[in-house]
T-cell receptor
Framework: EAGVAQSPRYKIIEKRQSVAFWCNPISGHATLYWYQQILGQGPKLLIQFQNNGVVDDSQLPKDRFSAERLKGVDSTLKIQPAKLEDSAVYLCASSLEKAQPQHFGDGTRLSIL | SQQGEEDPQALSIQEGENATMNCSYKTSINNLQWYRQNSGRGLVHLILIRSNEREKHSGRLRVTLDTSKKSSSLLITASRAADTASYFC?????????FGAGTTVTVRA
């Protein structure tokens, strides 16, 4: 089966600019996750979707981050405006259902200048 | 905040040796999972152990769980160069995973 696809792989922007990341989960996976992984740390959950509804966004900085999952398939994560502390790898994952093992994409490495 | 804490932070072993890493956590869990991450790649699921299980095996991997001590261990036997990676424990509570900071394992040829 095809894995979780993410694009772009790398992005460099200046602070206060905006950026968007795209994720295509494994076909048939109902649950989709976005994580932020800062260098040297484990992934931190930003938002979790079940089909196209938000299950948990308690750790999403909603003043600058937004995410949507259209038609319960692809998802986009946006940051506007970016801050220096947003430099990280943004990982997308999906699972058949919640509480199932998660399958991760290779992430987007974001650098803020 | 990250619930799991792995120990040690880094581990260097010779090919063929065993590697053991530990994970401690603070709250109740439904299950505990271990993931591997190669440099520049996403995480790969290795094994899931439920809160009512004490030990689980998968190939060269052995995971134990002690809920009374809120701790887990991952043993990789007969390590290979390809096992060089970061290993993360993740606790599942209320269908959400909380990851630790990971153990970086280097296997020397």
């Amino acid at each position: 089966e095809a894995g979780v696809a993410q694009s772009p792989r790398y992005k460099i922007i200046e602070k206060r600019q905006s950026v968007a990341f795209w994720c295509n989960p494994i076909s048939g996976h109902a649950t989709l996750y976005w994580y932020q992984q800062i260098l040297g740390q484990g992934p931190k959950l930003l938002i979790q979707f079940q089909n196209n509804g938000v299950v948990d966004d308690s750790q999403l900085p909603k003043d600058r981050f937004s995410a949507e999952r259209l038609k319960g398939v692809d998802s986009t994560l946006k940051i506007q405006p970016a801050k220096l502390e947003d430099s990280a790898v943004y990982l997308c994952a999906s699972s058949l259902e919640k509480a199932q093992p998660q399958h991760f994409g290779d992430g987007t490495r974001l650098s803020i200048l | 905040s990250q619930q799991g804490e792995e120990d040690p932070q880094a581990l260097s072993i010779q090919e063929g040796e065993n590697a053991t890493m530990n994970c401690s956590y603070k709250t109740s869990i439904n299950n505990l999972q271990w993931y591997r991450q190669n440099s520049g790649r996403g995480l790969v699921h290795l094994i899931l152990i439920r809160s009512n299980e004490r030990e689980k095996h998968s190939g060269r991997l052995r995971v134990t769980l002690d809920t009374s001590k809120k701790s887990s261990s991952l043993l990789i036997t007969a390590s290979r160069a390809a096992d060089t990676a970061s290993y993360f424990c993740a606790t599942d509570y209320d269908y959400k995973l909380s990851f630790g900071a990971g153990t970086t394992v280097t296997v020397r040829a």
